[in-house]
């Protein structure tokens, strides 16, 4: 199976900060890597497909980049509504796989 | 518009069993796979199952192999989860999700899924 290392796993952030996070594939997975914002009772929220799509409605604050093996998700303002969890997916194989995940917080 | 309905969670005994189903609409759901993919309270999200358009080709995580049951009916635009002998440990919130070809995905809202005595 194709393991996803996602970090950091908490990241303290203030309003405006440019962020960033990075997962990291076991092996090369070409663009096939989402990302995703949850809050807590929520579903999760998709915000990036094929590592730099922007899904539609999603502001453009969020973009994603990478491909192969090493892939970011970049906010580059921080908003108030932005403090939640953030997941990496890859499903370039059947058996998909998820980041740990990464708690934004508040610093 | 894409929509996909989870129903069937509840608590259930350890050892019990429970089926899952989702309702999908606003694509051609004969046509494509569809997997479920679970989330444990306050844990991180874990695929479970996969099934192809045609139920020829179904794939489970190790976890629940021998235990849980994929299924689709394609005239009734719906997929099921059969889950025996279920654990604690299986506790969590079961969503419906659809990797579209263009790359795009679809969850539904979850439907919870509770293992105690």
């Known amino acids: 199976d194709i393991q996803m290392t996602q970090s950091p796993s908490t990241l303290s952030a203030s309003v405006g900060d440019r962020v960033t996070i990075t997962c990291r594939a076991s092996?090369?997975?070409?663009?096939?890597l989402a990302w995703y914002q949850q809050k807590p009772g929520k579903a999760p929220k998709l915000l990036i497909y094929k590592a730099s799509s922007l899904e539609s409605g999603v502001p453009s604050r969020f973009s994603g980049s990478g491909s192969g093996t090493e892939f970011t998700l970049t906010i580059s303002s921080l908003q108030p509504d932005d403090f939640a969890s953030y997941y990496c997916q890859q499903y370039n194989s059947y058996s998909q796989t998820f980041g740990q995940g990464t708690k934004v917080e508040i610093k | 518009e894409v929509q996909l309905v989870e129903s069937g969670g509840g608590l259930v005994k350890p050892g019990g069993s429970l089926r899952l189903a989702c309702a999908a609409s606003?694509?051609?759901?004969?046509?494509?796979?569809m997997n479920w993919v679970r989330q444990a309270p306050g844990k991180g999200l874990e695929w479970v199952s996969s099934?192809?358009?045609?139920?020829?080709?179904?794939y489970y995580a190790d976890s629940v192999r021998g235990r849980f049951t994929i299924s689709r009916d394609n005239a009734k635009n719906s997929l099921y989860l059969q889950m025996n002998s279920l654990r604690a440990e299986d506790t969590a919130v079961y969503y419906c999700e659809w990797l579209q070809p263009q790359g795009s995905i679809y969850w539904g809202q979850g439907t919870l899924v509770t293992v105690s005595s």
């Open positions: 099934i192809s358009s045609t139920s020829s080709y179904i």
């Open positions: 606003g694509f051609t759901f004969s046509s494509y796979s």
């Open positions: 092996q090369s997975i070409s663009s096939w």
